[in-house]
């Protein structure tokens, strides 16, 4: 039982207990995604404090022991009845808020439940192809005459008309030499050579997170298969025991041998769940090493200052060697 999982864990740390307000971690132990100030205080007997516009719902979906939350002081009131010795605390959690709640204990910041949440169970990996399959089916039948805006629209529409929450993070739709922008809003400008597109849906609280970008001429085909050879071989190293930073720097020398090791500005990867960016990150500094049920992204990309970017991302789960979840074709022509 997960509850059970994180008791043992907040022992092992020598801690009394773990308050929770990241609306994501109290999804992930109690089942419910909090829209309102909530708190979870993890303890022997754990109790769930939400505010009376989730009340309802939550009542019905929270596996935890259910309260109303009125104030922070009432929940200090009752730590300081209840709790003594060390209180775990997120990193997420303010100053301010810590100050509040936590001034009478010692306080040790930890990330067990993020910990936790890098190994997907058969349940959620579930829910992620669902947002994949709702963002993919999304993608097709698309009007590219349009202006960026409107791409991005449409996508989100489709999404949501399939069954996504919301987007899972603002939609990218990058054209032309604006595509050399990794993370640019979209434009009222009518799309151009080559396309970026970085979208995903939310499917019960978990995310999806897939680029593509169209191309037409000689030269973007030509940094597309740079691209594309630097994903395929990040790929083939993923298993379970290789480090995160490994795989990062398969991809990075791939593009560092045609020359193009300035232009790859970013990490190769990222871990997806319950967010849209958690750990473990595929990056240079990265200690962390992949384990099965870990599920990340492979996005490397070029970005020529002026003149455009190329950028392919896929969602990968790590079994005994990588299982591409994502199936849209890599290579499309506008």
């Known amino acids: 039982m997960k509850i059970d999982e994180i008791i043992e864990k907040i022992d092992q740390e ?13 999804a992930y132990i109690t089942g419910f995604m909090p829209s309102s100030t909530s708190v979870l205080i993890l303890k022997e007997e754990p109790v769930f404090l939400t505010s009376k516009l989730d009340l309802e719902e939550a009542s019905q979906k929270s596996t935890v022991q259910l309260e109303e939350f009125k104030s922070l002081s009432d929940i200090k009131k009752t730590l300081k009845e209840t709790v003594s010795g060390k209180v775990g605390v997120e990193n997420s959690m ?16 930890t990330e067990i439940i993020e910990g936790l949440r890098t190994i997907k169970s058969p349940d959620e ?11 993919e089916d999304s993608f097709k039948d698309l ?9 991005a629209a449409q996508l989100e529409y489709n999404m949501r008309s399939a069954g996504s929450l919301r987007p899972s993070f603002e939609t990218i739709v990058a054209s032309g ?11 009222s400008q009518i799309v151009e050579s080559p396309i970026m597109i970085d979208w995903g849906a939310f499917y019960h609280n978990y995310a999806s997170d897939t680029t593509r970008t169209i191309i037409k001429t000689e030269e973007e085909e030509e ?20 480090k995160a ?16 090791g300035d232009n790859f500005i970013h990490s190769t990867g990222h871990g997806v769940g319950l967010e849209i960016h958690e750990k473990p990150s595929l990056s240079p500094k990265s200690d962390e090493k992949l384990r099965k049920g870990m599920v990340v992204t492979v996005e ?16 990968i789960l790590v079994k005994n060697q990588a299982k591409i979840l994502t199936n849209l074709p890599r290579k499309i022509f506008a």
Do not use: W
């Not at 020598?14 to 109290?26: A, F, G, Q, R």
């Not at 030499?177 to 434009?187: F, G, M, Q, V, W």
């Not at 594309?228 to 290789?242: M, Q, S, Y």
């Open 177 to 187: 030499p604006r595509s050399s922008l990794p993370h640019a809003s979209t434009t």
């Open 245 to 260: 930073s490994y795989i990062d720097k398969v991809a990075r020398n791939v593009i560092e041998d045609y020359g193009y």
């Open 14 to 26: 020598n801690l009394n207990s773990l308050i929770i307000l990241k609306p994501e971690n109290i």
């Open 94 to 109: 303010t100053v301010g808020t810590c100050k509040k709640l936590c001034e009478d204990f010692q306080v040790e910041i």
């Open 300 to 315: 490397p990309g070029i970005y020529i200052e002026g003149k455009f970017g190329v950028r392919i991302e896929d969602m």
């Open 125 to 135: 990996i579930k829910k992620i192809k669902g947002a994949i399959k709702i963002a």
């Open 223 to 242: 940094i597309l298969s740079i691209v594309l050879e630097a994903h395929k071989k990040a790929i083939e190293t993923i298993k379970p025991g290789v």
């Open 143 to 151: 009007d590219f005459s349009a202006t960026e805006d409107n791409l």
